[in-house]
């Protein structure tokens, strides 16, 4: 497949025994391709297999003209504007879009519809991304049961909080509305080890969603076992503390160097502007230092939870 013709609707995976869907989308953010590759590599391995898989797989592609294109966005981030107000103007009939995103947010909000009113059965949401430092994959999730449920199945760490720091994303907006949806940052942009731990966590929602009993046992040898091994000695629950804010015309320069969830000290030098040094504010880990030309988040910290909540 040329990216010329990418799809929407990457595919869809019915099983022979009824059940729940698991809508997965990947290239919210239109140059992190690793997640539309796992989605795709999952149904070809489904089409291959004869897996008792209960209910419907379908994979989409977030936005589509920007991974067209290679981009994190074409005129605005997509991953910012699913706020009640905006999607609610959008989506009123003869509405012209304004610009890319604005006719992908049209595009996708009607598709999502279409899947929603098409089945009978429970829909789950689940968004692959990836980032441009080094570092740990990690799961992004609202402090609900139903999503901490989710990310319990996927060996990584579970941040919290995102919805305070960072609005208007998909999740926060498919949440509001009831449904269950995390996001799993699988690694570096360009980093096969992101496709294989997005894929992994495709296969482990499918067990904690009621899609099939368990992952196939070599994907629990392979990529499973070499995740865990690779995350057991962080924390599994942290918190967003703080966000570091850029514009395009700031001349935000992350220092060299940091790998995502890194330990930082009090007052540690961690990026530059036309203003002078950036310092962390307190203690903490950073978290999805910025060290790509797009983007209006220079960086976050998170702190250490004691322990999972009960879930
Ligand atoms: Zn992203």
Same mark, same amino acid.
């Given at each position: 497949m040329?990216?010329?013709?990418?799809?929407?609707?990457?595919?869809?995976?019915?099983?022979?025994?009824?059940?729940?869907?698991?809508?997965?989308?990947?290239?919210?953010?239109?140059? /992190?391709?690793?997640?539309?590759?796992?989605?795709?590599?999952? %149904?070809? &391995?489904?089409?291959?297999?004869? #897996? =008792? +898989?209960?209910?419907?797989f379908?994979?989409?592609?977030?936005?589509?003209?920007?991974?067209?294109?290679?981009?994190?966005?074409?005129?605005?981030?997509?991953?910012?504007?699913?706020?009640?107000?905006?999607?609610?103007e959008?989506?009123?009939?003869?509405?012209?879009?304004?610009?890319a995103?604005?006719?992908?947010?049209?595009?996708?909000?009607?598709?999502?519809?279409?899947?929603i /009113?098409?089945t009978?059965?429970?829909?789950?949401?689940?968004? %692959?991304? &990836?980032?441009?430092?080094?570092? #740990? =994959? +990690?799961?992004?999730?609202?402090?609900?049961?139903?999503?901490?449920?989710?990310?319990?199945?996927?060996?990584?760490?579970?941040?919290?909080?995102?919805?305070?720091?960072v609005?208007?994303?998909?999740?926060?907006?498919?949440?509001?509305?009831?449904?269950?949806?995390?996001?799993?940052?699988?690694?570096?942009?360009?980093?096969?080890?992101?496709?294989?731990?997005?894929?992994?966590?495709?296969?482990?929602?499918?067990?904690?969603?009621?899609?099939?009993?368990?992952?196939?046992?070599?994907?629990?040898?392979?990529?499973y076992?070499?995740?865990?091994?690779?995350?057991?000695?962080?924390?599994?629950?942290?918190?967003?503390?703080?966000?570091?804010?850029?514009?395009?015309?700031?001349?935000?320069?992350?220092?060299?160097?940091?790998?995502?969830?890194?330990?930082?000290?009090?007052?540690?030098?961690?990026?530059?502007?036309?203003?002078?040094?950036?310092?962390?504010?307190?203690?903490?880990?950073?978290?999805?230092?910025?060290?790509?030309?797009?983007?209006?988040?220079?960086?976050?910290?998170?702190?250490?939870?004691?322990?999972?909540?009960?879930?």
């Amino acid at each position: 497949m040329t990216t010329h013709d990418l799809p929407r609707i990457l595919g869809r995976y019915r099983g022979k025994i009824p059940g729940p869907t698991l809508v997965c989308i990947g290239g919210i953010h239109g140059n /992190e391709w690793m997640g539309i590759l796992a989605i795709q590599r999952m %149904l070809e &391995s489904l089409q291959r297999s004869h #897996l =008792p +898989f209960h209910g419907e797989f379908i994979g989409l592609v977030g936005n589509r003209q920007a991974a067209q294109q290679h981009q994190r966005f074409i005129h605005r981030d997509f991953n910012r504007m699913w706020h009640a107000e905006i999607v609610h103007e959008l989506t009123q009939p003869g509405v012209i879009p304004n610009d890319a995103e604005a006719q992908e947010l049209q595009e996708l909000w009607s598709c999502l519809q279409f899947l929603i /009113e098409d089945t009978a059965h429970p829909i789950t949401f689940l968004d %692959l991304h &990836s980032y441009s430092a080094e570092g #740990l =994959p +990690f799961a992004i999730v609202t402090d609900r049961p139903d999503n901490l449920h989710l990310a319990e199945f996927i060996p990584v760490p579970v941040i919290l909080g995102a919805e305070k720091y960072v609005p208007g994303t998909l999740m926060s907006y498919l949440n509001d509305l009831g449904y269950s949806m995390i996001v799993i940052e699988g690694g570096q942009h360009h980093d096969p080890a992101a496709r294989d731990t997005l894929e992994l966590a495709i296969w482990q929602t499918f067990v904690a969603n009621g899609n099939l009993e368990s992952a196939p046992t070599e994907v629990m040898e392979t990529l499973y076992e070499h995740l865990t091994k690779l995350t057991h000695e962080f924390p599994p629950l942290m918190k967003i503390v703080y966000r570091h804010a850029v514009t395009e015309e700031a001349g935000f320069v992350m220092e060299p160097g940091f790998t995502n969830l890194e330990v930082v000290h009090a007052h540690q030098l961690l990026a530059h502007d036309h203003s002078g040094e950036i310092r962390a504010q307190q203690a903490g880990r950073i978290f999805l230092p910025l060290y790509q030309k797009q983007g209006n988040d220079g960086f976050f910290l998170v702190t250490d939870l004691e322990k999972r909540h009960p879930i």
